[in-house]
Structure formats: C-alpha cells, structure tokens
C-alpha cells in the first residue's frame, strides 16, 4: 500500500539516489570481503574489526534494499519511500530475493539496536554473499526498470556500482 501521500518527483529522484547508494555499498563491501579472502591486502583488512565493520555495512545497506523492495515494516515516517511509491508497471522483485524474517532479525539485533545477549551471527564472506546477493541483484533490475533520469551525482554512484558489480561477475546496469 502506498503512503498517504504521493511521493513528489525530487523525493523520488533522492530516494533513487539513495537506492543506488546503498547496492553501492553492499557491492563494495562484498568485493572488499572477497578481496581479503583471496589476495595479499592491507593487514587492516584481515583484522576482525575493520572485516566486520565491512560485514555490517553489507548486511545494514541490505536491510534498507529489502525493507524498500518488500514494503517491510510499512511507512514509519512520513519521509519513507517503498518501491510501490515508483509505480514500475509489469514488473515487481522477486521474493525469493526477500531476507527472511529471522535473518532480517538477527540484522536488526546485530546492527539496529544495543540489545542484551550476543545475537547469532552470520558467518564467512560466502554466508553474507549468499544472503544479499539477491537483493544487489533485484535492486539493480529496479533501477534499470526504474526510468528516473540519472543525475551526475547518481551517475557518480552508478559507475561506481558497476564497477563492483563487474569486479563480482554480475551483470552492470
């Protein structure tokens, strides 16, 4: 269901900034997961905290794509923006591409709030990748379908995209 009011032209421009702005990250942050795993890096790179500052980034920007793709969690704010907001006709995300609800949870415990007990993690480079890699992809097929001009700052973050997405075998927008 769409919010209460249409979303104007600039908040749909900025909110699709924002789209490729996150699949921006998410794509970075595997590449430099991936990167680490397999070729001599920067010592900081292989250290536990810098990784898992990386992890967060890709499982945090992933939750934002999932919740805009599936309409999770509803319009909270006045400001929020879904994907039904951009009216794509003929086509909607897949929802195999859809986080399921327990490891959306273990996302929001991990990197939402300051909770009580240590919550279950998510593993190696290859888990993380198995989980938002569906979600780059069906981001990425929105903002081909999507049909918002690029503006130089979105071009920016675009070309910066499809340079991971290359650098991850997928295909470029």
């Not at 905290?49 to 939750?63: F, G, Q, Y």
Request: aromatic residues 8%; proline residues 5%; glycine residues 4%.
């Amino acid at each position: 269901m769409p919010r209460s009011n249409a979303a104007n032209q600039n908040e749909l421009e900025y909110a699709f900034r924002r789209v490729i702005y996150d699949l921006m990250v998410v794509a970075h942050s595997i590449r430099l997961l991936e990167y680490s795993d397999n070729k001599p890096v920067h010592p900081s790179l292989k250290k536990f905290p810098v990784r898992a500052v990386i992890k967060i980034s890709a499982l945090i920007m992933s939750r934002n794509i999932n919740d805009f793709l599936f309409n999770c969690g509803g319009y909270q704010h006045d400001d929020d923006i879904k994907f039904v907001d951009f009216q794509i006709h003929g086509w909607s995300p897949i929802n195999q591409a859809k986080l399921s609800d327990d490891d959306r949870n273990r996302i929001h415990k991990i990197a939402g709030h300051i909770v009580s007990a240590d919550p279950v993690h998510f593993g190696g480079t290859q888990k993380i990748k198995k989980i938002v890699t569906p979600l780059l992809k069906e981001g990425c097929e929105f903002i081909r379908r999507c049909g918002i001009q690029h503006t130089d700052r979105s071009q920016e973050y675009l070309d910066y995209l499809n340079q991971s997405l290359s650098e991850l075998n997928l295909p470029k927008i």
